[in-house]
Protein backbone atom coordinates (compact mmCIF):
# COMPACT_ATOMS: atom_id res chain seq x y z
CA UNK A 1 0.00 0.00 0.00
CA UNK A 2 1.17 3.68 -0.49
CA UNK A 3 0.68 6.07 1.92
CA UNK A 4 1.46 9.66 2.68
CA UNK A 5 2.84 11.10 6.22
CA UNK A 6 0.72 14.32 6.95
CA UNK A 7 1.99 16.73 9.32
CA UNK A 8 3.68 20.17 10.29
CA UNK A 9 7.53 20.00 11.19
CA UNK A 10 8.33 17.91 14.41
CA UNK A 11 5.09 15.84 13.62
CA UNK A 12 7.24 12.83 13.56
CA UNK A 13 6.83 11.46 9.72
CA UNK A 14 10.23 10.75 10.12
CA UNK A 15 10.28 8.55 12.82
CA UNK A 16 6.85 6.65 11.71
CA UNK A 17 8.47 6.25 8.15
CA UNK A 18 11.59 4.47 9.78
CA UNK A 19 9.34 1.65 11.58
CA UNK A 20 7.18 0.89 8.11
CA UNK A 21 10.23 0.48 6.52
CA UNK A 22 11.45 -2.00 9.17
CA UNK A 23 8.58 -3.82 9.75
CA UNK A 24 6.57 -3.50 6.58
CA UNK A 25 9.65 -3.31 4.13
CA UNK A 26 8.30 -0.05 2.84
CA UNK A 27 9.82 2.16 0.63
CA UNK A 28 10.20 6.13 2.47
CA UNK A 29 10.40 8.77 -0.12
CA UNK A 30 11.60 11.88 1.89
CA UNK A 31 11.79 14.79 -0.16
CA UNK A 32 13.81 16.21 2.71
CA UNK A 33 16.35 13.49 2.76
CA UNK A 34 16.59 13.26 -0.96
CA UNK A 35 17.21 17.17 -0.51
CA UNK A 36 19.98 17.28 2.05
CA UNK A 37 21.42 14.74 0.00
CA UNK A 38 21.98 16.53 -2.76
CA UNK A 39 23.45 19.49 -0.46
CA UNK A 40 25.94 17.52 0.94
CA UNK A 41 26.46 16.25 -2.75
CA UNK A 42 27.41 19.15 -3.94
CA UNK A 43 25.07 18.93 -7.40
CA UNK A 44 24.39 22.11 -8.83
CA UNK A 45 20.58 21.17 -7.52
CA UNK A 46 22.13 21.03 -4.09
CA UNK A 47 23.54 24.38 -4.54
CA UNK A 48 20.47 25.74 -5.85
CA UNK A 49 18.28 24.60 -3.18
CA UNK A 50 20.63 24.67 0.19
CA UNK A 51 19.64 28.29 1.32
CA UNK A 52 16.33 28.08 0.34
CA UNK A 53 16.27 24.79 2.50
CA UNK A 54 17.80 26.49 5.48
CA UNK A 55 16.02 29.73 5.86
CA UNK A 56 13.05 26.93 6.04
CA UNK A 57 11.56 28.29 2.88
CA UNK A 58 9.97 25.41 0.23
CA UNK A 59 12.02 24.31 -2.98
CA UNK A 60 10.10 24.86 -6.37
CA UNK A 61 7.29 22.22 -6.71
CA UNK A 62 9.36 21.04 -10.10
CA UNK A 63 12.58 19.97 -7.82
CA UNK A 64 10.88 17.66 -5.79
CA UNK A 65 8.16 16.29 -8.53
CA UNK A 66 11.20 14.96 -10.36
CA UNK A 67 12.88 13.67 -7.17
CA UNK A 68 9.94 11.43 -6.51
CA UNK A 69 9.36 10.54 -9.82
CA UNK A 70 12.86 8.94 -9.76
CA UNK A 71 11.78 6.75 -7.09
CA UNK A 72 8.83 5.42 -8.38
CA UNK A 73 10.61 3.83 -11.65
CA UNK A 74 12.57 1.78 -8.66
CA UNK A 75 11.30 -0.95 -6.37
CA UNK A 76 7.99 -0.45 -4.63
CA UNK A 77 8.64 -3.85 -1.86
CA UNK A 78 6.16 -3.41 0.12
CA UNK A 79 4.89 -0.07 -1.23
CA UNK A 80 6.10 3.85 -0.89
CA UNK A 81 5.45 6.34 2.10
CA UNK A 82 5.86 9.61 1.41
CA UNK A 83 7.34 11.62 3.83
CA UNK A 84 7.61 15.77 3.65
CA UNK A 85 5.97 15.29 -0.11
CA UNK A 86 3.60 16.54 -1.28
CA UNK A 87 3.90 19.84 0.27
CA UNK A 88 1.86 22.14 -1.99
CA UNK A 89 -1.67 21.63 -3.76
CA UNK A 90 0.37 21.40 -7.23
CA UNK A 91 2.56 18.26 -5.68
CA UNK A 92 -0.69 16.78 -4.70
CA UNK A 93 -1.89 16.98 -8.43
CA UNK A 94 1.41 16.05 -9.66
CA UNK A 95 1.37 12.88 -7.30
CA UNK A 96 -1.94 12.10 -8.44
CA UNK A 97 -0.80 11.92 -12.07
CA UNK A 98 2.43 9.84 -11.00
CA UNK A 99 0.64 7.36 -9.19
CA UNK A 100 -1.38 6.77 -12.06
CA UNK A 101 1.19 6.95 -14.83
CA UNK A 102 3.01 4.02 -12.73
CA UNK A 103 -0.53 1.91 -12.58
CA UNK A 104 -0.18 2.99 -8.41
CA UNK A 105 -2.99 4.24 -6.57
CA UNK A 106 -2.84 5.79 -2.85
CA UNK A 107 -4.36 3.71 0.35
CA UNK A 108 -4.13 6.17 2.97
CA UNK A 109 -3.34 10.07 3.88
CA UNK A 110 -2.48 9.95 7.49
CA UNK A 111 -2.52 13.18 8.88
CA UNK A 112 -0.37 13.80 12.42
CA UNK A 113 -1.92 16.11 14.16
CA UNK A 114 0.27 17.86 16.88
CA UNK A 115 0.36 21.50 18.72
CA UNK A 116 2.79 24.19 17.90
CA UNK A 117 4.93 24.35 20.68
CA UNK A 118 5.82 20.57 20.94
CA UNK A 119 6.87 21.21 17.67
CA UNK A 120 9.24 23.64 18.72
CA UNK A 121 10.38 21.64 21.74
CA UNK A 122 10.61 18.42 19.58
CA UNK A 123 12.91 20.56 17.00
CA UNK A 124 14.91 22.26 19.55
CA UNK A 125 15.34 19.25 21.41
CA UNK A 126 16.62 17.15 18.48
CA UNK A 127 19.17 20.23 17.44
CA UNK A 128 20.78 20.02 20.86
CA UNK A 129 20.91 16.41 20.61
CA UNK A 130 22.41 16.25 17.74
CA UNK A 131 24.89 19.13 19.20
CA UNK A 132 25.37 16.84 22.48
CA UNK A 133 25.83 13.59 20.63
CA UNK A 134 29.02 15.60 18.85
CA UNK A 135 27.01 15.52 15.36
CA UNK A 136 25.88 18.97 13.14
CA UNK A 137 22.47 20.08 13.91
CA UNK A 138 20.52 20.53 10.45
CA UNK A 139 20.84 24.27 9.40
CA UNK A 140 17.43 24.50 9.59
CA UNK A 141 16.89 23.36 12.86
CA UNK A 142 17.05 26.84 14.49
CA UNK A 143 14.12 29.20 15.62
CA UNK A 144 14.05 31.77 13.09
CA UNK A 145 13.92 28.92 10.00
CA UNK A 146 11.55 26.91 12.09
CA UNK A 147 9.14 29.91 12.34
CA UNK A 148 9.15 30.24 8.36
CA UNK A 149 8.81 26.36 8.44
CA UNK A 150 5.99 26.36 10.21
CA UNK A 151 4.29 29.17 8.65
CA UNK A 152 5.12 27.70 5.00
CA UNK A 153 3.14 24.68 6.56
CA UNK A 154 -0.04 26.60 7.42
CA UNK A 155 -0.10 28.79 4.40
CA UNK A 156 0.88 25.81 1.64
CA UNK A 157 1.03 22.27 3.30
CA UNK A 158 -2.62 22.51 5.51
CA UNK A 159 -5.26 23.35 2.77
CA UNK A 160 -4.14 19.57 1.46
CA UNK A 161 -5.84 18.31 4.75
CA UNK A 162 -8.90 19.72 3.23
CA UNK A 163 -7.95 18.18 -0.53
CA UNK A 164 -7.36 14.55 0.74
CA UNK A 165 -10.16 14.80 3.04
CA UNK A 166 -12.88 16.03 0.07
CA UNK A 167 -11.29 12.67 -1.85
CA UNK A 168 -12.47 10.70 0.55
CA UNK A 169 -8.57 9.77 1.58
CA UNK A 170 -7.55 11.39 5.16
CA UNK A 171 -7.21 9.85 8.63
CA UNK A 172 -6.30 12.33 11.51
CA UNK A 173 -4.34 10.55 14.30
CA UNK A 174 -2.98 11.88 17.67
CA UNK A 175 0.63 12.91 17.12
CA UNK A 176 0.96 13.89 20.73
CA UNK A 177 0.49 10.10 21.71
CA UNK A 178 3.28 8.11 22.67
CA UNK A 179 5.56 6.52 19.44
CA UNK A 180 4.05 3.05 19.73
CA UNK A 181 0.80 4.61 20.36
CA UNK A 182 0.97 6.66 16.92
CA UNK A 183 2.30 3.65 15.32
CA UNK A 184 -0.51 1.55 16.57
CA UNK A 185 -3.30 4.09 14.99
CA UNK A 186 -0.66 3.83 11.31
CA UNK A 187 -0.78 -0.02 11.69
CA UNK A 188 -4.62 0.27 12.35
CA UNK A 189 -4.83 2.34 9.11
CA UNK A 190 -3.05 0.00 7.16
CA UNK A 191 -4.92 -2.91 8.09
P1 LIG B 1 10.60 19.06 8.23
O1 LIG B 1 9.34 18.35 7.90
O2 LIG B 1 11.19 18.69 9.55
O3 LIG B 1 10.53 20.55 8.07
P2 LIG B 1 11.94 17.93 5.85
O4 LIG B 1 13.17 17.13 6.04
O5 LIG B 1 10.73 17.23 5.38
O6 LIG B 1 11.74 18.65 7.24
O7 LIG B 1 12.22 19.16 4.85
C1 LIG B 1 13.29 20.06 5.04
C2 LIG B 1 13.26 21.16 3.97
O8 LIG B 1 13.40 20.58 2.67
C3 LIG B 1 11.97 21.96 3.87
O9 LIG B 1 11.92 23.02 4.81
C4 LIG B 1 12.04 22.46 2.42
O10 LIG B 1 12.97 23.50 2.27
C5 LIG B 1 12.60 21.25 1.71
N1 LIG B 1 11.54 20.33 1.24
C6 LIG B 1 11.34 19.03 1.63
N2 LIG B 1 10.31 18.48 1.00
C7 LIG B 1 9.80 19.44 0.18
C8 LIG B 1 8.71 19.50 -0.72
N3 LIG B 1 7.90 18.43 -0.91
N4 LIG B 1 8.49 20.66 -1.40
C9 LIG B 1 9.29 21.73 -1.23
N5 LIG B 1 10.32 21.75 -0.38
C10 LIG B 1 10.60 20.62 0.32
Not at 98 to 104: A, N, Q, R, V
Amino acid sequence: MNIILLGPPGAGKGTQAARLVEKRDMIQLSTGDMLRAAKTSGTEMGKKVAEVMDRGELVTDEIVIGLIREQLEGDKKGGFIFDGFPRTLAQADALGELLSEFGEDLGAVIEMQVDDEVLVDRIVGRAAEAVAAGKTARADDNAESLKIRLMEYYKKTSPLIGYYHAKGELTSIDGLASMDEVEASIAKVLG
